[in-house]
């Protein structure tokens, strides 16, 4: 059974920094492009960032480019999002997701979310 | 950046009633399209991949249609477990991807 399940989130001052995790198991994670996707409190869903199964290709939305960097461990099932220069706005539950595979950038299994709470 | 718009924003509806929500791309995004179901606290679903390619598992009460800007999500009986919130996303394009605002989707 995939798993997928995410810690790390809190709450942070503005300006603060907070790294995320993601511990990932049922699946063989090293073939899979992986995703990180935020809900703010009653909004919908914003994906932010994709890294590749290998690493090598990563992407991230413009909302969080330049401040938000995403990482994996193959060797250790895990996938990771540093997020530094907190805004208020990055207040959110994030969630980790696999890409279906082939078909591009649409989340199959999600986790159950960490919440990061930016304030003062 | 293309914008997805959904409509309706929420609808109520009856058991055993056809449910049809809409999406809309500004721009022509062929058929990269997915759908997702949301319920309340819960962790969103993939339904639907490819605008029409059901995910395995999804009921087949469930069907897409759609290319280009127009897309179409079909509930054709309307069931207790279906209230959610549905939500359309495109994925051409990376990394300029986009979800549509969501549907709420309730029972009369």
């Known amino acids: 059974e995939v798993q997928l399940v995410e810690s790390g989130g809190g709450l942070v001052q503005p300006g603060g920094s907070l790294r995320l995790s993601c511990a990932a198991s049922g699946f063989i994670f090293s073939s899979y492009s992986m995703n990180w996707v935020r809900q703010a409190p009653g909004k919908g869903l914003e994906w932010i960032s994709f890294?590749?199964?290998?690493?090598?290709?990563?992407f991230f939305a413009d909302s969080v480019k330049g401040r938000f960097t995403i990482s994996r461990d193959n060797a250790r099932n895990s996938l990771y999002l540093q997020m530094n220069s907190l805004r208020d706005e990055d207040t959110a539950v994030y969630y980790c997701a696999t890409s279906l595979q082939i078909v591009g950038i649409v989340m199959e299994y999600w986790g159950q979310g960490t919440l990061v709470t930016v304030s003062s | 950046d293309i914008q997805m718009t959904q409509s309706p924003s929420s609808l109520s509806a009856s058991v055993g009633d056809r449910v049809t929500i809409t999406c809309r791309a500004s721009q022509g995004i062929s058929n990269y399209l997915a759908w997702y179901q949301q319920k309340s606290g819960k962790v969103p679903k993939l339904l639907i991949y490819?605008?029409?390619t059901l995910q395995s598992g999804v009921p087949s009460r469930f069907s897409g249609s759609g290319s280009g800007t127009d897309f179409t999500l079909t509930i054709s009986s309307l069931q207790p477990e279906d209230v959610a919130t549905y939500y359309c996303?495109?994925?051409?394009?990376?990394?300029?991807?986009?979800f549509g605002p969501g549907t709420k989707v309730d029972i009369k």
């Open positions: 996303q495109k994925y051409n394009g990376a990394p300029r991807l986009a």
């Open positions: 490819a605008a029409s």
């Open positions: 890294i590749s199964n290998s690493g090598n290709d990563i």
